[in-house]
């Protein structure tokens, strides 16, 4: 059993410009959730999805859009950089039903983005 | 509108004795409750959950309390370690509620 993994570790955009970030779920896991992690504060919520739809979403703008696939890896695309997006993207998966949202997540070790 | 509070930022405690961190929330009402534990450039890692019905969990050195009427858990860690060194993050959870806050660093010192 695999845990989950992320691609990649570190990245470095310019403001204005797109990003995509990749996430590998556990073994056996159908959920997938995004994080945003600013140093020093807890991980926000971005959006889940459950079995390739969008299942909950946080206080995040559209331009933050992501993708799961048949095998339950995932993507997180955001457009337009901006500064503030600087942070920790954290992959979460877990096993469970559409809304649950008591489950074990399993975290990747995720991937620092920098805008400058 | 609905928040999450823990404790203060950091917390320094001696080898041996008991660390206890503390979660607040308000203006909602969880049916669930994690805690998580994350070291520096890592991601979070999953300790314990409890549910609203349950008043009490332990495992191992861990204990969590869970009182929905004051909404407050609290987490402790008995013989804390210099390896029990970490943020520790709670995560009260409803349907579709997947926040956490903003977390409590613990240092225990040797």
């Known amino acids: 059993e695999t845990g989950v993994t992320q691609s990649p570790t570190h990245l470095i955009k310019t403001r204005g410009q797109q990003v995509t970030l990749r996430c590998s779920s556990q073994s056996g896991h159908n959920t997938v959730s995004w994080y945003q992690q600013a140093l020093g504060q807890g991980p926000q919520f971005i959006f889940q999805y459950y079995r390739e739809e969008e299942n909950g979403r946080g206080n995040f703008p559209p331009r933050f859009s992501g993708l799961q696939f048949p095998n339950y890896s995932s993507e997180l695309n955001v457009n337009a950089l901006e500064l503030d997006d600087s942070a920790l993207y954290l992959c979460a998966s877990s096993f469970g039903a559409s809304g649950e949202s008591y489950n074990e997540q399993f975290f990747g070790p995720g991937t620092r983005l920098t805008v400058l | 509108s609905q928040k999450i509070e823990q404790n203060s930022e950091a917390l320094n405690i001696q080898e041996g004795k008991t660390a206890t961190l503390t979660c607040n929330y308000t203006?909602?009402?969880?049916?669930?409750l994690q805690w998580y534990r994350q070291d520096p450039g890592r991601g979070p890692v999953f300790l314990l959950l409890i549910r609203e019905n349950e008043k009490e969990k332990r495992k191992e050195r861990l204990k969590v309390t869970f009182d929905t009427t004051l909404k407050q858990s609290l987490f402790h860690i008995t013989a804390s370690q210099p390896a029990d060194s970490a943020t520790y993050l709670c995560?009260?959870?409803?349907?579709?509620?997947?926040?956490f806050g903003a977390g409590t660093r613990l240092t225990v010192k040797p």
């Open positions: 995560a009260p959870r409803g349907d579709n509620d997947m926040r």
């Open positions: 203006n909602y009402s969880p049916a669930y």
